[in-house]
């Protein structure tokens, strides 16, 4: 009898670590958005600190970035994207939630995977869903997930002045690359 | 004579208002490192705070955060499993267990990881 709780207790414990190792995670995500004009400055943040969980078995996966996070190269750039366009201490911060669709772990490799990730996108308090390719690969015990994606400020209700708006391209190319990790 | 006058002074005008204007557009970024802290707080507080949304007001600014390395992850810190501090160098970061003193900027509450993030950390002797 005592064996046989033994023997539980020990697939119970594989069964808790195997269910564990299907969750991979970062805190070091980095995302990178331009909306640059030829001839104008360049409008370019970086964030190198967002935070993004997959979990193995079922494809989902959320990402967070705080807002304050992104660092331009011209600090007033900067304090006016903060404080007059994505109003940071309003909305501190952007999420990322759905799913990568087909994702299959044993079938990845070290070349990229073309997969869908269909999901919820909040920026500036503003839901909208989007489904955008996403490229997949594994490197060692580490899932590589590449997005790219054009995003429009005014479907999340951000609105341009029109004396920079020749600045600014109406469309903004982001770029979000996580490695993530058991 | 007069004009000559005029167009100095109108020369002027543009040298000191392209300077000033200038230097608005093209203000250096913030020093986190040299900026004098406007709190210190223990990282489990810290994480408190923002739980039960008393953070927001920390937003953005300069703080120094206490308590014991947990985790280092690359170039960055975790106090206390409630502090993530991205250091603002490599050979900033130190080995875990050890009690620090680390100021940074306050970025925000991360809800994914139940974490306060802070950016371009320095650690305070």
Known sequence: MKLKIKILCFLLCLATVSIAQQKYSTKSGEITFEASVPSFEEVKAQHNNVSAVLKGDTGEFAALALIKGFRFKVALMEEHFNENYIESTKFPKATFKGVIKNLVLSDLSEDNTELIFEGTLNLHGVDKKIAIPAAVSMKGDSIIVALKFKLKPEDFDIKIPSIVSSKIAEEVDVAANFTLSQ | ?125
């Open chain 2, 1 to 125: 004579m007069n004009n000559r006058r005029k167009i100095i002074v109108v020369l002027f005008l543009l040298v000191v208002g392209g300077y000033f204007a200038y230097n608005y557009m093209y203000k250096d970024h913030r020093d986190i490192s040299t900026e004098e802290p406007s709190l210190e707080i223990a990282g489990t507080y810290l994480l408190e705070r923002f739980k039960t949304g008393n953070g927001e007001d920390l937003l953005n600014r300069t703080i120094t955060v206490t308590g014991k390395v947990t985790q280092v992850e690359g170039e960055a810190v975790t106090i206390d499993f409630s502090v993530y501090c991205s250091m603002a160098s490599e050979t900033a970061v130190t080995a875990t267990n050890k009690e620090v003193r680390i100021k940074g900027r306050c970025i925000g509450y991360d809800d994914l990881f139940e974490l306060v993030k802070l950016d371009q950390c320095t650690i305070v002797k």
